[in-house]
């Protein structure tokens, strides 16, 4: 049996302008979005689980990489 190629994937989570979040795979090309973060990393494991039909190539572990703008006076 052969091991996976990939051992885990890590998306990049944004919030959108326009409300809720995106995501987007580093190195692959799988997008989503969503209203919330409950709710955006069921999506990912779904969009994950769709790029990756076959369970023994499918990445072991999701990594999220959240990055938020915040804004401080000085």
Known sequence: MQENNIKEIIFLVEEDDEGGYIAQAINQ??????DSLPELRELIKDAVHCHYPNVQNRPQLIRLHIVRDEIIAS
């Open 29 to 34: 090309s799988i997008f989503t979005q969503a």
